[in-house]
């Protein structure tokens, strides 16, 4: 049974830094690509950030040069960094494994003063 599990959301101001964190299990997890997406309310699903088996990275426009996204393939687990965050940045924010329909429930993003 395939499990990603998100944490670290959390209100924060603007300008403010926020880790996010989504462990998985049920995959082997070195071998995947894996990937983070937003959902806010006024908004469709949006792409973030992928980072590669080989840990290539591609971003968004909209968060380039503020979110960094890494993996720890020893803790089945991949990271969001989100610096400089912005209202617009408010959001559910979802792990994905990269070409397969596995996703985890999300965790909540609130950037507001």
């Known amino acids: 049974q395939v499990q990603l599990v998100e944490s670290g959301g959390g209100l924060v101001q603007p300008g403010g830094s926020l880790r996010l964190s989504c462990v998985t299990s049920?995959?082997?997890?070195?071998?995947?690509?894996m990937e983070w997406y937003r959902r806010s309310p006024d908004k469709q699903r949006e792409f973030v950030a992928r980072i590669t088996v080989s840990e290539a990275t591609i971003y968004a426009n909209s968060v380039k040069g503020r979110f960094t996204i890494s993996r720890d393939n020893a803790e089945n687990s991949v990271y969001l960094q989100m610096d400089s965050l912005k209202p617009e940045d408010s959001a559910v924010y979802y792990c994905?494994?990269?070409?397969?329909?596995?996703w985890g429930k999300g965790t909540l993003v609130t950037v507001s003063s």
């Open positions: 049920g995959i082997t997890f070195s071998i995947y690509a």
């Open positions: 994905k494994v990269y070409a397969r329909d596995y």
